[in-house]
């Protein structure tokens, strides 16, 4: 059967019966996928730059000002700017005005997502390591070496 002009890409023959079975097996695949954090992800890809891994460092200490990041760091002050924006985007930094000058700190928020995830990570990792090592049969001898036998004559 041919396409019609601007049908939808699921319509074949069969018409509404064979479109409710896909309508229903993309619900199950939607349902069985975990839902992705989007400033989760853009946190991540942010905090991937070197520079930007080195702001974020510097800001931990507290609130600063572009000026001031930029004396630490081997780049210019709109260098900086727009490393701070892209952490910004990414949920990872905020600002605020004091006076005629902008300071920059942590967004207590973002970094409360990396940590969650981190965390997570590290928990079903350790849990995995846990569950290997007790379902590991043990060795004989030490270091799975057998006693007795010597290869030397």
Do not use: C
């Amino acid at each position: 059967m041919a396409k019609r002009r601007g049908a939808a890409p699921f319509e074949t023959e069969g018409g509404s019966e064979n479109r409710q079975k896909i309508l229903d097996a993309g619900a199950l695949v939607r349902g069985s996928l975990r839902l992705v954090d989007a400033y989760l992800q853009a946190g991540l890809d942010a905090l991937g730059d070197a520079t930007r891994m080195a702001i974020f460092q510097r800001l931990a200490d507290g609130p600063i000002a572009v000026n001031e990041l930029a004396r630490h760091l081997p780049v210019s002050r709109p260098a900086v700017s727009q490393h701070l924006k892209v952490l910004k985007d990414a949920g990872l930094v905020t600002d605020m005005k004091e006076g005629t000058r902008r300071l920059y700190q942590l967004d207590p928020e973002g970094v409360a997502r990396l940590r969650a995830h981190f965390d997570q990570m590290w928990t079903k990792a350790m849990s995995a390591f846990k569950n290997a090592v007790e379902t590991t049969p043990p060795t004989g001898g030490k270091h799975g070496k057998h006693r007795g036998s010597s290869r030397r004559s």
